[in-house]
């Protein structure tokens, strides 16, 4: 399995960032599998930012509820993150990652996620 993020590397304060994540050699529909979004500020630790399930269920971080949305293109296999309301503290290295459904309970736990993208950019700057 392969996962690919994809994105603009500089996005301006107040807009939107909207990135993805390609999946390859995988189903996003597979049964009991989650893919999530995580993030890591230059400096800090990862930080989850939400989930969509194998069904299409969406799961965020509260920190961050009601300026992300996660969904999917299951025609692409493709993961998507919109993000709003983008300040510089939304700087970072986003990734994507896949979990089995043992974690559906833990999901922002970084450990139980077996595949990994490796991670995408993102500077907010004016």
């Known amino acids: 399995i392969q996962l690919q993020e994809s994105g603009p590397g500089l996005v301006k304060p107040s807009q939107t960032l909207s990135l993805t994540c390609t999946v390859t050699?995988?189903?996003?529909?597979?049964?009991?599998?989650?893919w999530s979004w995580f993030r890591q500020p230059l400096g800090e630790g990862l930080e989850w930012v939400g989930a969509?399930?194998?069904?299409?269920?969406?799961h965020y971080n509260p920190s961050l509820y009601g300026r992300t949305t996660i969904s999917r293109d299951t025609s692409k296999n493709q993961i998507t993150l919109h993000m709003s309301s983008i300040t510089p503290a939304d700087t970072g290295v986003y990734y994507c990652?896949?979990?089995?459904?043992?974690?559906?309970?833990?999901?922002?736990?970084?450990?139980?996620?077996?595949?990994w993208g490796q991670g995408t950019r993102v500077t907010v700057s004016s």
């Open positions: 990652a896949r979990a089995p459904g043992s974690a559906a309970t833990s999901l922002s736990d970084s450990s139980l996620y077996h595949n």
């Open positions: 050699e995988a189903s996003i529909t597979t049964v009991n599998f989650y």
């Open positions: 969509i399930g194998y069904n299409g269920d969406t």
